[in-house]
C-alpha cells in the first residue's frame, strides 16, 4: 500500500522514547528530541562517549524485543538492515510507534524538518519520498520568518 503520513503534533514531554544504536545516527536523534523534553533511552552494544554525555539513559547491551515494553515509540538506529527489519516487525507487534533512521520504508512516522521559534513551529515533510526537498522548504520558511521577525523589530 502506498505511504500517507499524517502530520501531527505530539507532546512526548511525559513520554519514554526508545533509541536502538549508539552511534552518529543515533545521536542525531537524541539531539532533535532533546528540543522537545523527551525522556530518552537507548540501547546498544556499544555507545560513543557523545551519546553518553547527552545525558540520556543507557543500557549497554544487545537487543531484544522486551527492551520495547512501556515505550510510545522507537528509532532504530543500527545501520543493520536485518535488525531494522526485526524491530520494525517487533514495535508492531508491541504496540510501539517506529522509526527506522533513513530507510522511509520501514518506518511507521517519519521526522519532518523542522524550525522552531518559541510557541510556534513549523514542520515539512516530503511524504518520505525527499528529504533533501524538505530541508530546502524548510530553510526557505525559516529564512522567510527570521526577516518578517527583524524588519518587525
Ligand atoms: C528531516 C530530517 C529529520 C530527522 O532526521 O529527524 C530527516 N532527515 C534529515 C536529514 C538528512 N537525512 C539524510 C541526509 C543526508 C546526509 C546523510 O546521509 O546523513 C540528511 C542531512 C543531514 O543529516 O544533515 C539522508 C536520508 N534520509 C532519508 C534517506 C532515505 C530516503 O529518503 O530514501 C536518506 C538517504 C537519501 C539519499 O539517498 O541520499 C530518509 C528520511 N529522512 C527523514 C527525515 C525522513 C523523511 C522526511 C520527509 O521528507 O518526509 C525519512 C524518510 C526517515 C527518517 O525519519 O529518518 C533530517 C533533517 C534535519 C534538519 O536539518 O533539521
Ligand atoms: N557525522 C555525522 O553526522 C554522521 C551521521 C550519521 C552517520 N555517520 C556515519 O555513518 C556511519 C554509520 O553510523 P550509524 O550511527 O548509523 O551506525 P553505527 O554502525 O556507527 O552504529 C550502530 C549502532 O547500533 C548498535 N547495534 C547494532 N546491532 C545491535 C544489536 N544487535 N543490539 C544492540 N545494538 C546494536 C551498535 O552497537 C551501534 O551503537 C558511521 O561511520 C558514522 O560515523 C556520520
Avoid: W
Wanted: proline letters at 2%.
Amino acid at each position: 500500500m502506498e505511504k500517507n503520513y499524517l502530520p501531527i503534533a505530539i507532546d512526548i514531554s511525559n513520554s519514554k522514547i526508545l533509541i536502538i544504536g549508539g552511534g552518529q545516527s543515533a545521536l542525531k536523534k537524541i539531539r532533535i528530541l532533546q528540543r522537545s523534553g523527551a525522556n530518552i533511552e537507548v540501547v546498544a552494544g556499544n555507545i560513543v562517549d557523545e551519546v553518553y554525555a547527552s545525558g540520556v539513559i543507557c543500557h549497554l547491551k544487545k537487543y531484544e524485543k522486551s527492551d520495547l515494553n512501556g515505550y510510545l515509540m522507537l528509532y532504530s538506529c543500527t545501520n543493520n538492515e536485518t535488525l531494522d527489519k526485526q524491530i520494525a516487525e517487533d514495535g508492531k507487534e508491541a504496540g510501539v510507534l517506529v522509526n527506522v533512521h533513513d530507510n522511509p520504508t520501514l518506518c511507521q512516522f517519519v521526522s519532518p524538518a523542522i524550525y522552531r521559534d518559541g510557541n510556534l513551529s513549523v514542520a515539512v515533510n516530503s511524504n518520505a519520498e525527499n528529504v533533501y526537498e524538505a530541508i530546502r522548504v524548510r530553510n526557505l520558511i525559516q529564512e522567510y520568518l527570521e526577516n518578517l521577525k527583524n524588519t518587525q523589530i
